[in-house]
């Protein structure tokens, strides 16, 4: 999946009476949200447990055609969320942006998805994983154990600036 163009629009308004700036020229581009996600070491998901508590744990991100994908054991918690409840939001705070990206998230199938997805986590990381029958394995692991990749469709996201005064919101046309 590609990621659409979101609109991009200030969080706060003059009449909200917020100490953010209200000058359209301080929206962020999505495209430096991108590098703040390609660029970041690891970033946070934070899921929904099914009793409904909120449940965070640190994630690597690599992106595929400009969708955040994460790789998790099927049987960790967040997989387990994710199956449950797909809503999640990815938190990272980058040199020039701190962004939190609300979406939903699936599990990645296919051959050629789980591929491009496994050579993207090559390249950022040097983590490889072998593509078998349909599944995902980490071979360089004592058993090979499973994981499953899960890309984050962005539904909202909003950008600070390191300056503390400027904040943008991207919303993406979902049909």
């Known amino acids: 999946m590609t990621v659409d163009t979101p ?11 917020t100490p953010f700036n209200t000058d359209v020229a301080t929206l962020k581009p999505w495209s430096q949200a991108l590098s703040c996600l390609e660029s970041a070491p690891k970033c946070w998901l934070s899921t929904v447990e ?9 994630v690597m991100l690599v992106l595929v055609d400009g969708a955040p994908c994460i790789a998790s054991r099927p049987n960790s918690r967040k ?5 449950g409840n797909p809503r999640a939001v990815i938190t990272v705070s980058g040199e020039d942006l701190d962004l939190v990206v609300s979406g939903v998230a699936h599990q990645v199938s296919g051959g050629t998805a789980l ?3 496994a050579a993207a986590f090559a390249t ?3 983590w490889t994983f072998a593509i078998r029958d349909g599944q995902v394995y980490d071979d360089s692991l004592p058993g090979s154990p499973q994981y499953a990749f899960y ?9 600070y ?3 503390g005064l400027t904040a943008t919101r991207w919303r993406f046309n979902r049909t």
């Open 7 to 17: 609109v991009a629009e200030l969080l706060f308004q003059q009449e909200d009476a």
């Open 79 to 83: 997989s387990r969320n994710l199956a």
């Open 151 to 159: 890309e984050v469709s962005p539904v909202r996201a909003f950008g």
């Open 124 to 126: 950022k990381y040097g």
């Open 115 to 117: 591929r491009r997805v």
């Open 161 to 163: 600036g390191t300056d």
């Open 50 to 58: 099914p009793n409904g508590r909120p449940h965070a744990a640190p």
